[in-house]
């Protein structure tokens, strides 16, 4: 019975419900065990921040008890399956012991986000020296070699094991240690010493706020989203007798009906960890707590945003974060095709993946080209901003729709039916674009090799910073700006 096939791989408990929504899609006992099981961890989160707050509890207790809770969770949605995590992080965990920290920054490139983003973090902190480093190289440099339990819980913690999001090191070992509230400053022996402490924000609004948002967004998949799948994109009927406009309308709506089920997956996983008291990054202007240290998207941005790089800069914000750390920053040639293709090869075999990945090339650079190029003309009066914001806005939609066709489709055939059904017209468009538009080009010349990275590493830290990636050199920079705010909360706490 293909119900107990699928069940063999996790637990059979929810097979009853699944049954129940028989019909509403592909291995649903999967996507159940996984809902159950994401909001087990929410209910963990709470107890573990209350009962197991880290002024109660010590943080081997707290490494402990998270490392077995997501061990557990990985044991009842996979089975046995669930040993890969363990085997996986042991076998990592030896190659750094054994070959030494000066080569792990290659051989974990293809293993997994928090593996390979922890080899370059230790990589930078024990073999390069700070002057060879960016600002957000420095900020993240892990300087000691992590203990396994450490390193199991990073990896494994019931918070992120079933759906991330991805976090530094530094920033899971501040939290786990309980200085995510501490306000550190540089002594006179160059150690950090504590500078003022703040009180202690609830995450109980954050996490409601993205609770509500799961549920709008779980209602509008199980009502909506198979209302309007992809594929009648390449339906020979649709195809054959809908006009252009409706063709146009059906691919940009029928992508859009895709992504709620993205929205509740990360924002269940970012409201979890908030549960836990995890993803504080300071304050704002107005004092207010900011509970958006790890969030992996931003969902208004994404539906209105008017360029591919804004598109791309507030869909799986930490994906792009880890792709820009472990490549992009780390290439000195042609770095956004390699990070497009490692993005390709991180996701995993489907030729749908490449597809939609080798067109983003295309599409990313060629948006970049026509920015650059025509973008100065329509900023003022702001009658024509606006008329060029509709147009880039609808344009954009269009472009990322078409983009990620294959992969939703995955396989080979379908992705190229749906893009000879289109005559491939963007691909031609995009190739038109580049070769006719004049493209600032970057020389990588010997001198200048080293201004240029420097250059592209500032303008990510400056964005970096503004998403508070890094709790300590954000909480510092908010004390400083904010240093009235700052003591208030501390006063208060007193």
């Known amino acids: 019975m293909e119900w107990e096939v699928m069940g063999c791989r996790g637990s059979h408990l929810v097979v009853l419900c699944a049954v129940a929504w028989e019909g509403r899609g592909k291995n649903i006992v999967s996507k159940v065990n996984f809902v159950v099981c994401q909001l087990f961890a929410l209910l963990a989160a709470i107890w573990f921040r209350t009962y197991l707050h880290s002024s109660k509890t010590s943080s081997f207790i707290r490494h402990v008890v998270a490392t077995l809770l997501g061990l557990y969770l990985a044991l009842f949605c996979f ?3 669930a040993l890969h995590f363990l085997v996986q992080s ?7 012991i054994i070959i030494g920290v000066e080569n792990t920054h290659n051989p974990m490139m293809i293993i997994t986000q928090k593996i390979t983003s922890l080899a370059y973090e230790i990589h930078d902190g024990m073999f390069r020296k700070d002057e060879e480093l960016t600002p957000s190289q420095r900020d993240l440099a892990v300087r000691r070699m ?3 339990l450490e390193y199991l819980s990073y990896n494994c913690n019931f918070m992120g094991i ?15 240690e309980g200085r995510s509230y501490q306000v550190t400053q540089s002594g006179e022996s160059g150690k950090e010493e504590l500078h003022c402490e703040r009180a202690e924000p609830s995450p109980n609004i954050a996490v409601i706020q993205k609770l509500l948002v799961c549920g709008v967004s779980l209602l509008f998949h199980l009502t909506i989203s198979n209302t309007l799948p992809v594929e009648y994109n390449i339906d020979e009927h649709f195809q054959a007798t809908a006009s252009w406009p409706t063709k146009l309308i059906y691919l940009y709506v029928s992508l859009l009906a895709a992504r709620p089920k993205y929205y509740f997956a990360w924002t269940l996983a970012d409201a979890i960890n908030n549960a836990a008291g995890f993803g ?3 304050y704002d202007r107005n004092g207010e707590a900011r509970w ?6 931003r969902i208004q941005q994404i539906e209105m945003s008017t360029s591919f790089k804004m598109f791309l800069d507030n869909w799986n914000i930490q994906t792009a974060l880890w792709l820009k750390r472990v490549c992009y920053e780390r290439s000195s040639l042609s770095p956004t095709i390699q990070t497009f293709i490692l993005s390709a090869i991180w996701h995993g075999v489907y030729p749908g993946y490449y ?3 080798l067109t983003g090339v295309v599409m990313t650079l060629a948006a970049r080209a026509v920015r650059n190029n025509i973008r100065h003309y329509f900023l003022e009066p702001p009658q024509l901003k606006l008329l060029y914001d509709v147009i880039t806005w609808m344009v954009t939609q269009i472009t990322i729709s078409y983009t990620v066709v294959p992969f939703v489709l995955l396989s080979i055939k379908p992705s190229l039916m749906f893009y000879s059904c289109w005559y491939y017209c963007l691909h031609i468009v995009g190739i038109l674009v580049l070769l006719l538009l004049p493209v600032n080009k970057t020389q990588r010349g010997k001198n200048t090799h080293e201004n240029i990275q420097l250059s592209r590493s500032k303008k990510f830290d400056e964005r970096e910073n503004s998403l508070g990636q890094n709790s300590f050199s954000t909480t510092n920079n908010v004390c400083s700006q904010n240093q009235e705010v700052a003591c208030r909360h501390s006063s208060l706490k007193q």
Not at 162 to 176: E, M, N, Q, V
């Open 79 to 81: 089975g046995w399956y």
């Open 355 to 357: 597809l939609t990945f």
């Open 90 to 96: 042991g076998i990592s965990y030896c190659i750094m």
């Open 146 to 148: 992590p203990s396994l």
């Open 292 to 297: 958006d240290l790890i969030s992996n998207l």
């Open 162 to 176: 079933l759906a991330g999001p991805l976090c530094s090191y530094k920033d899971y070992i501040t939290f786990i």
């Open 280 to 282: 504080f990054r300071g």
